[in-house]
Nanobody, 126 residues
């Protein structure tokens, strides 16, 4: 069992920055990759970025150009999402999730993730 707790969300003006954190506890983390997803009202949950817990591989899908960077601190069992140059359309609930490392090929699919945090609200005002 893995418990995930996100933090760092809030209200920010357009062009501002936020850093989200996801603290993990419970099982062995070296076997999991971690992902960030977001869900805006009335929309489906969408992939933002993912990172393997070992090997240092980072993957961001259409997020890098928006100023999003994923990173992790293995010693703290924490994954981060640095978000710069935020836009109103980035407003959503942001979730972190854990993926079995053997399923990395499918890391863009929410259905592949085993554990989810409760989410943290990010609101970007214009």
């Amino acid at each position: 069992q893995v418990q995930l707790v996100e933090s760092g969300g809030g209200l920010v003006q357009a062009g501002g920055s936020l850093r989200l954190s996801c603290a993990a506890s419970g099982s062995t983390f070296s076997s999991y990759a971690m992902g960030w997803f977001r869900q805006a009202p009335g929309k489906e949950r969408e992939f933002v970025a993912a990172i393997r817990w070992t090997g240092g591989l980072t993957y961001a899908f259409d997020s890098v150009k928006e100023g999003f960077t994923i990173s992790r601190d293995n010693a703290k069992n924490t994954v981060y999402l640095q978000m710069n140059s935020l836009k109103p359309e980035d407003t959503a609930i942001y979730y972190c999730a854990a993926l079995d490392g053997g399923r990395w090929l499918f890391h863009r699919r929410p259905s592949e993730y085993i554990y989810w945090g409760q989410g943290t609200q990010v609101t970007v005002s214009s």
